[in-house]
T-cell receptor
Framework: NAGVMQNPRHLVRRRGQEARLRCSPM?????VYWYRQLPEEGLKFMVY????????ESGMPKERFSAEFPKEGPSILRIQQVVRGDSAAYFC??????????FGSGTRLTVV | AQTVTQSQPEMSVQEAETVTLSCTYD???????LFWYKQPPSRQMILVIR??????QNATENRFSVNFQKAAKSFSLKISDSQLGDAAMYFC??????????FGPGTRLSVLP
């Protein structure tokens, strides 16, 4: 079992570009959560998805951010028109039924 | 809304000594989980220890143990016989059943040889 796979590990984008972060949950896990970690801070919840459904997006910024978890393939966190304040580490976690979380190693996004 | 507070931004401990990291939280729920996660420079979030709120017995995992005081909403982590590999950021986290994590701001632990 490869664990929760996130890629890329590092991503550099210029201001105004789009960033796409991918998360492949552990085998058998149908729940995916995205968290953001700003420098020197703890992780903050962004969005909770199950296959083809957004369950809770209360932590997502209202603009430029979107997330999906299609029937086939990884979950994608998409940030449009990135700004310097989007620079952070983005973590994905998965679980089989809302418990027993496993975190990925995160994607560090740097906006230049 | 639930909140988690870690009042010690940085701590240091001598190798082989014992250190305690503090955590307090606020919730109106009676059933929940508490966690300590370790984040080394590799950025990986590593689960150190977990406590179910309904259990009175404090959780232990080898050199790691907690002091869970439910009435005081306190959940401290004790690391015994500290090792150089224990140096990392430590995050206290709260989660009620089926909900997302709420993390504290973290404590940076240094281990001095």
């Amino acid at each position: 079992n490869a664990g929760v796979m996130q890629n890329p590990r590092h991503l550099v984008r210029r201001r105004g570009q789009e960033a796409r972060l991918r998360c492949s949950p552990m085998k058998g896990h149908s729940h995916v959560y995205w968290y953001r970690q700003l420098p020197e801070e703890g992780l903050k919840f962004m969005v909770y998805l199950q296959k083809e459904n957004i369950i809770d997006e209360s932590g997502m910024p209202k603009e430029r951010f979107s997330a999906e978890f299609p029937k086939e393939g990884p979950s994608i966190l998409r940030i449009q028109q990135v700004v310097r304040g989007d620079s952070a580490a983005y973590f994905c976690a998965s679980s089989p039924q809302g418990n027993g979380y496993t975190f990925g190693s995160g994607t560090r996004l740097t906006v230049v | 809304a639930q909140t988690v507070t870690q009042s010690q931004p940085e701590m240091s401990v001598q190798e082989a000594e014992t250190v305690t990291l503090s955590c307090t939280y606020d919730t109106s729920e009676s059933d929940y989980y508490l966690f300590w996660y370790k984040q080394p420079p590799s950025r990986q979030m590593i689960l150190v220890i977990r406590q179910e709120a309904y259990k009175q017995q404090n959780a232990t995992e080898n050199r790691f143990s907690v002091n869970f005081q439910k009435a005081a909403k306190s959940f401290s982590l004790k690391i015994s016989d500290s090792q150089l590999g224990d140096a990392a950021m430590y995050f206290c986290a709260y989660r009620s059943y089926g909900q997302n994590f709420v993390f504290g701001p973290g404590t940076r632990l240094s281990v001095l040889p």
